[in-house]
Nanobody, 122 residues
Framework: QVQLVESGGGLVQPGGSLSLACAAS????????LGWFRQAPGKEREGISF????????YYIDSVKGRFTVSRDNAKNTVYLQMNALKPEDPAIYYCAAGPVATILSKFYRTWGQGTQVTVSS
């Protein structure tokens, strides 16, 4: 069964850190672009980052650049999103997705995880 499973979400205070993991099963992440997305209540899903299969292209949107870091461990078939200096505008359900195209446009991603909740609150 082809699937992605996110983990690592939770509650953190402003300025804190969380590390999300996205584990793949049924297929190899090494052959795919992996994107990270988030959706806050009442807002559209937003692409925030992607990493290509050879790590030769990593992209972040401006609002997370310098705070979030994406990495991958092909041996573990897992991609990570390290989130530092979390802000009140970061809370959302965070999703990972795999696809063939290096883009933050969700329509190009074929396999999606179920999402993990990130809450930032004091």
């Amino acid at each position: 069964q082809v699937q992605l499973v996110e983990s690592g979400g939770g509650l953190v205070q402003p300025g804190g850190s969380l590390s999300l993991a996205c584990a793949a099963s049924g297929f190899s992440l090494a052959n795919h672009v992996l994107g990270w997305f988030r959706q806050a209540p009442g807002k559209e899903r937003e692409g925030i980052s992607f990493i290509t299969n050879r790590d030769d292209d990593i992209y972040y949107i401006d609002s997370v650049k310098g705070r979030f870091t994406v990495s991958r461990d092909n041996a573990k078939n897992t991609v990570y999103l390290q989130m530092n200096a979390l802000k009140p505008e970061d809370p959302a359900i965070y999703y990972c997705a795999a696809g063939p195209v290096a883009t933050i446009l969700s329509k190009f991603y074929r396999t999606w995880g179920q999402g993990t909740q990130v809450t930032v609150s004091s």
